[in-house]
C-alpha cells in the first residue's frame, strides 16, 4: 500500500504565498517523477509542475517565476511554494508520483488533494 497526504493548503490574499507538502509513505522501492496538478471549479485538471528524482523541474507557464518545486528524497516528500498567488491559482491542489513498490509494482499515484483559495 502507498499513501500520499497533502498539507499546507488554506486561504490567501493576492499576492501572498503559501507553501504545500505531499508526503508518500508505505511499501515504495523507487519515487520517480513528482508532480502538483491543480482542478478549479468546472476546470479540466492541469499540470502545475513536476520534478524528477535528478532535480530537473518543469512548469507551465503561468506559474513560471512564481511557483518553485523541490523534493526530500529521503522523506519522499514534494513541495510547492507558491509566491505572488492570484485568484486565478485558486483550486484544489493534487501531488501525484510515479512510484514502484516493493514488489516492482509500478503505477501513478495520487493524494486527496488540498483546497488553496486566493481571495481578499
Known amino acids: 500500500q502507498v499513501q500520499l497526504v497533502e498539507s499546507g493548503g488554506g486561504l490567501v490574499q493576492p499576492g501572498g504565498s503559501l507553501r504545500l507538502s505531499c508526503a508518500a509513505s508505505?511499501?515504495?522501492?523507487?519515487?520517480?517523477?513528482m508532480a502538483w496538478y491543480r482542478q478549479a471549479p468546472g476546470k479540466q485538471r492541469e499540470l502545475v509542475a513536476g520534478i524528477t528524482g535528478g532535480g530537473s523541474t518543469n512548469y507551465r507557464d503561468s506559474v513560471k517565476g512564481r511557483f518553485t518545486i523541490s523534493r526530500d528524497n529521503a522523506k519522499n516528500t514534494v513541495f510547492l511554494q507558491m509566491n505572488s498567488l492570484n485568484p486565478e491559482d485558486t483550486a484544489v491542489y493534487y501531488c501525484?508520483?510515479?512510484?514502484?513498490?516493493?514488489?516492482?509494482?509500478?503505477?501513478?499515484?495520487w493524494g486527496q488533494g488540498t483546497q488553496v483559495t486566493v481571495s481578499s
Open positions: 508505505g511499501s515504495i522501492a523507487t519515487i520517480y517523477v
Open positions: 501525484k508520483a510515479d512510484i514502484r513498490t516493493l514488489r516492482s509494482l509500478r503505477a501513478d499515484y
